[in-house]
């Protein structure tokens, strides 16, 4: 039998957790209800068809929709295979475990820097000293070195989850070390790898302080090879610009709402992923 204090305890730390979900539920419905009120009635075709015209007064966010996706597209060119290059070598090929510490340590210090911090490195090093400007390029490379760590150990925890079981059966039919990584360890950790390229996107859409440094924030509509070379204003960009530079509310929270559809969407995708991949892995 409990004694009265222990059944008391329990309770209370039953509450306390009951009400610590609750509290955490209500703000998350509450931001995004908030968002969602005040930004989707600014949010027209016009909006999101056109560029901004200072003689007419028009305001639109084309050219930030399309800096967004080139952004987006030459980042992920670039941290894919560094990040899932590096992972695959430190879980299958490295073998002093001191160098793969301090590279993990490297890395989780990495995921913990100011974004702030990485924008001022990035306009020192890509736009002054490599001589790339302001410009989409420079920050999309800043958002490497961002979004690095992430796809690393994301991808490194998902080689880890293949049984070594498997490696040695394919070991044991004379195939090689890459053939085996290729054939067999990559297919068993797939989803693990998307999920973080998914999860990636969404910390690539989500970024400003680092893009401010090194992007600008221009409403130039270019083509991609244009407007890699020049500078650009993504969503995020436009939003502070719109919010704070303009007292445009209406077109930021507009924004806002735009940017929280894509973040429901790109977690839902990642779930959804990782739902399937684990179904296909149980048949």
Excluded at 82 to 109: D, F, H, P, Q, S
Excluded at 116 to 125: S, T
Excluded at 255 to 262: D, K, Q, S, T, V
Aim: charged share 15%; proline share 3%; with cysteine.
């Amino acid at each position: 039998m409990l004694s009265k204090k222990r059944k008391a305890y329990m309770v209370g730390m039953k509450a306390a957790m009951y009400l610590s979900t609750g509290l955490t539920a209500a703000l998350v419905i509450f931001l995004v209800a908030y968002v969602f009120i005040k930004g989707i009635p600014h949010i027209s075709w016009e909006l999101l068809s056109t560029k901004p015209s200072y003689i007419s007064g028009r305001i639109g966010i084309l050219p930030d929709i399309l800096n967004t996706l080139y952004i987006v597209l030459a980042t992920l060119i670039f941290v894919i295979p560094l990040g899932v290059g590096a992972a695959i070598y430190l879980t299958e090929y490295a073998k002093n475990k001191k160098l793969v510490g301090m590279i993990e340590y490297a890395a989780e210090t990495l995921s913990g820097i100011p974004s702030i911090i990485y924008g001022l490195v990035g306009m020192l090093f890509f736009c002054q000293f490599l001589g790339f400007k302001t410009s989409l390029l420079a920050g999309s490379l800043t958002l490497v070195i961002m979004n690095l760590p992430t796809v690393m150990r994301t991808t490194q925890e998902s080689l880890k989850t293949v049984p070594q079981s498997y490696r040695d059966g394919a070991f044991g039919l004379g195939a090689g070390k890459w053939r085996v990584i290729r054939t067999v360890v990559l297919p068993g950790c797939v989803d693990g790898v998307i999920t973080g390229c998914i999860l990636s996107i969404g910390r690539i859409l989500g970024e400003s302080a680092a893009l401010l440094f090194t992007a600008g924030f221009a409403h130039a509509l270019n083509g991609i090879f244009e407007g890699l070379t020049s500078p650009g204003a993504s969503l995020t960009v436009a939003l502070y610009v719109y919010a704070k530079e303009q007292g445009e509310f209406g077109v930021a929270f507009a924004i806002a709402a735009i940017l929280m559809i894509l973040t429901l969407l790109i977690n839902l995708s990642a779930t959804l992923v990782s739902k399937h991949f684990a179904k296909k892995r149980e048949l």
